[in-house]
């Protein structure tokens, strides 16, 4: 099985810019739909953005779009979540998280991603 972990949080302004990363080991993310999720304070987790394992598919939220792209470098074997123009509302903890590699799309519902990393703080202060 893979095993994940996040880093790349911290503080930031609001109007900064952040990037994630997400390292994967055990298994290649070409096996799997890799995608990020956040959990506010007092909130449900919630989708934020996902590739595909081929890499041919990406989505993101509607809340986040513009702003935030997903990517992946399979010889790093790491996700990656570009977020530009951070508000304070995009305080969270950012997980990544994968699904098994079935379909071409990749899934946007939190039950179907099987594996999970710790999570990564981000805070952006007004």
């Known amino acids: 099985q893979v095993q994940l972990v996040e880093s790349g949080g911290g503080l930031v302004q609001a109007g900064g810019s952040l990037r994630l990363s997400c390292l994967a080991s055990?298994?290649?993310?070409?096996?799997?739909?890799m995608a990020w999720f956040r959990q506010a304070p007092g909130k449900e987790r919630e989708y934020v953005a996902a590739i595909s394992f081929s890499g041919g598919s990406t989505r993101v939220a509607d809340s986040v779009k513009v702003r935030f792209t997903i990517s992946r470098d399979t010889a790093k074997n790491t996700v990656y979540l570009q977020m530009n123009s951070l508000q304070p509302e995009d305080t969270a903890v950012y997980f990544c998280?994968?699904?098994?590699?079935?379909?071409?799309?990749?899934?946007?519902?939190?039950?179907?991603?099987?594996?999970w990393g710790q999570g990564t703080q981000v805070t952006v202060s007004s």
């Open positions: 998280a994968a699904a098994d590699g079935m379909g071409s799309s990749p899934p946007a519902t939190i039950g179907r991603y099987n594996y």
């Open positions: 055990g298994r290649t993310i070409a096996m799997y739909h």
